[in-house]
């Protein structure tokens, strides 16, 4: 019987150095024929988990126990197990784990060292949950406020906002042994198409791009980053011939490995989103991917179209038209990263007993949270008084307008309010993009109430929440406040509101710190991360 440690000594087959090179996810809670199957034939490199994936912190362990297991059984290597944990919006994992807050709300608390112990608290739990790699921090800078995709994702709107950050958060995850990968490569952060859809295009010179758009990256290359995930986005100034970045020879060899020196792991975005799936498709994709540079693909859905990729790179190494050795360059970096990371069969966590997130963690997520809430505007100067008739507008994220974020009714700020208060604040809900029957149906609501607070959630896209802003701001009668539940530019679109503040996202932790300001309990302390216009510029705050 081989003792686990000889397995990084036999020589590995080609289509098991190919399956190296390979993370992909699979669609339920305990291993399923797909990955299984992955794992057992191809000798999988690593699992992607997404909400699909995750019921709460301690079956999340158990499943990557029993996926590491298997690979251990199969003669395969220790995967990798990674995750998109960003905090705040997009956070994968909720039941058990820290509910962290997201980029640009720590980028509003303006806080590095809350940012390095935030992700040592992200990180720690990872582990606990056999989570090694983490698909964050996103080192985009917004600096775009049509961008759909970036957003709140992002620290703010300057290169030395999201550097400063964005090292604090690498740093943090990789104390405690976890992978991070900073992304989008290039930058993503000036885009205003979603490359989940379309391709889009930036069109920068590459001086701009130096001291903008890619000075976070060189940063965190200085400081020792782990893995770079690519961006599936045209710059029309390093690759005229409109190649996203992510299949670029010019943007992931020559720039990113040979010009700024990065010796870690590249990482694609997935290559089923529609950029590369629609055009090339997958399987053309991954072998293009490894030809630019990249040393892991992503395929992220479908069974079909990761084992045609697989198939598809075997078979161009079979043919010739990828060298071997271009192959085990790859997989060289990636048994580096798992050794030097700890994620190998012997030194894997066991699972553990007890709670997962800790009063400790909680605390911390907490108080980042409570410094993040920034008062952009208050002509009133007014806290709540709960001896009034008061109203809560939440509107609310449907299942599948997002990746796939959504807060459940228990978590709105009408039950912070409702909770913190000691009585019950009535709340009625709107869509995201409401109807002139539903926002008719909220003005009945708000007939005779004294005071109204509106929690909007991206309303620059959305012209029916515009509206009804737009409707109760007219109504002298009502104590009317404005609170944007994700992008703070919302305001732009309602200047005439009289209060307004911005929360970077409607997390529950989020309205509990919301609901303690607009009661009076705490005074907040949030600076805008991005400029809303002359008279709203970075780092502004109300007194």
């Known amino acids: 019987m081989s003792s686990s440690s000889s397995h990084h000594h036999q020589p590995l087959s080609l289509r098991q150095k190919v399956g190296q090179l390979f993370i992909c996810g699979f669609e339920s809670l305990e291993p399923n024929a ?20 995750v019921k709460d912190a301690h079956q999340l ?49 303006f806080a590095p060292a809350g940012v390095y112990a935030s992700s040592k608290v992200m990180g720690k739990e ?48 990789q104390d405690m042994g976890v992978i991070a990968t900073v992304k989008h490569f290039p930058g993503h952060g000036d885009t205003s198409e979603d490359s989940h859809h379309d391709l889009p295009v930036v069109p920068h010179s590459m001086e701009r791009l130096m001291e903008l758009e890619l000075a976070p990256f ?50 694609t975005d997935c290559l089923e989103m529609k950029a590369i799936s629609e055009g090339i498709g997958v399987a053309e994709g991954a072998i293009r991917a490894i030809e630019a540079g990249s040393d892991i693909i992503l395929v992220s859905h479908l069974l079909d179209r990761q084992v045609s990729a697989i198939e598809a790179v075997i078979a161009a190494v079979e043919s010739g038209r990828i060298p071997e050795s271009r192959i085990d360059e790859s997989v060289l970096r990636i048994m580096t990263y798992k050794y030097k990371r700890e994620i190998r069969f012997e030194t894997l966590a066991p699972i553990p007993e007890g709670p997962i997130s800790t009063p400790e963690h909680q605390h911390l997520a907490k108080e980042l949270s409570r410094k ?17 008739s008061t109203l809560v507008i ?32 009535e709340e009625v809900y709107l869509g995201l993009y409401p109807s002139d029957v539903e926002i008719s149906s909220v003005l009945e609501a708000c007939e005779g109430k004294n005071q109204v607070v509106m929690v909007t959630y991206n309303a620059t896209f959305s012209p029916g929440q515009t509206r009804l802003v737009r409707e109760l701001a007219r109504r002298d009668e009502v104590h009317f406040i404005v609170a944007a539940g994700r992008n703070p530019y919302d305001l732009l679109e309602f200047p005439e509101v009289k209060t307004y503040l911005a929360c970077y996202e409607n997390r529950p932790l989020a309205m509990v710190s919301l609901a303690n300001v607009l009661l009076g309990k705490e005074k907040a302390v949030g600076r805008l991360p991005v400029t809303l216009s002359d008279q709203y510029p970075i780092g502004w705050r109300q007194d």
Request: hydrophobic content about 45%; some cysteine.
């Open 126 to 173: 990872l582990r606990q949950m056999g989570v090694n790699m983490n698909f964050a921090p996103c080192l985009d800078i917004n600096n775009n406020r049509l961008n759909p995709v970036i957003g709140v994702r992002s620290y703010g709107e300057t290169a030395a906002i999201v550097s400063d950050m964005g090292t604090h958060a690498v740093k943090g995850l």
């Open 218 to 267: 060189v940063k965190a290359i200085e400081g020792g980053v782990d893995a770079i995930m690519t961006a599936h986005v045209v710059f029309a100034a390093l690759e005229e011939n409109g190649v996203p970045s992510t299949l670029s020879y010019r943007i992931l060899t020559e720039l990113l490995r040979e010009k700024l020196g990065f010796k870690g792991l590249i990482v």
């Open 372 to 388: 993040s809430i920034t008062l952009v505007k208050d002509e009133i100067g007014k806290s709540l008084e709960m001896n009034k």
């Open 34 to 53: 797909s990955i299984t199957q992955l794992i057992e034939k191809y000798g999988l490199g690593g699992v992607i988990y997404f909400r699909r994936n």
């Open 61 to 109: 362990a158990h499943l990557s126990a029993e996926l590491q297991a298997m690979s251990l059984r199969s003669g395969g290597q220790p995967l990798f197990i990674a995750v998109d944990q960003e905090g705040g919006m997009v956070s994968r994992i909720e039941k058990g784990a820290t509910l962290l807050p997201g980029n640009m709300a720590l980028g509003a608390a």
């Open 394 to 425: 939440w509107t609310e994220v449907q299942k599948g307008t997002e990746i796939d974020e959504i807060v459940d009714r228990n978590g709105t700020l009408g039950c912070a309010l409702s909770e913190i208060a000691g009585k019950h604040v």
